[in-house]
């Protein structure tokens, strides 16, 4: 967790007005301290810079691969070699662009449940997620048992 900035806690508070409500009802599991508020700040302002820093990336990577599609007929003396390759390459962007969405939406699946008052609430099961895995894994929506579960399937 970092320290927040006075522009963090203000973006925090902006995005989350009553926070300081909804941490008191975020669940803990046996033998944890309660959520602080100051916890649930430092965790919603590194979700929000997470989410920020996805999108530039995002954006970027989208860039990136218009670019690679829209130059993918050039070079009609190209020998097989090159032709796997850009297309070897546009996989690759392709990829890219798909984890990083999939982050954004994890994260701003995150933030949403903040915002619902839902955070650290287990939503296959309903039991508390634990302090430890979100303090890792901001993004976990389940708790450490119900994700083995659906690992397994």
Not at 12 to 23: C, E, I, S, T, Y
Not at 89 to 97: G, I, K, N
Request: charged share 35%; net charge negative.
């Amino acid at each position: 967790m970092t320290r927040l900035t006075t522009a963090a806690r203000s973006a925090v508070r902006d995005r989350f007005p009553n926070l300081a409500k909804d941490v008191k009802s975020f669940p803990v599991r046996d033998g944890e301290e309660p959520w602080t508020l100051r916890e649930a700040e430092e965790l919603a302002a590194d979700l929000l810079s997470e989410k920020e820093r996805l999108e530039g990336e995002l954006a970027t990577a989208d860039e990136e691969l218009s670019n690679l599609l829209r130059h993918s007929g050039d070079g009609a003396g190209d020998d097989q070699a090159d032709s796997g390759s850009s297309a070897l390459e546009r996989e690759q962007e392709l990829t890219l662009v798909n984890n990083v969405r999939d982050l954004l939406a994890q994260t701003s699946h995150a933030l949403d449940r903040i915002a619902a008052g839902t955070y650290a609430t287990c939503e296959e099961t309903g039991l508390p997620i634990g302090k430890a895995r979100l303090q890792a894994f901001p993004r976990a929506n389940l708790s450490v048992e119900a994700k083995q579960r659906a690992e397994r399937r």
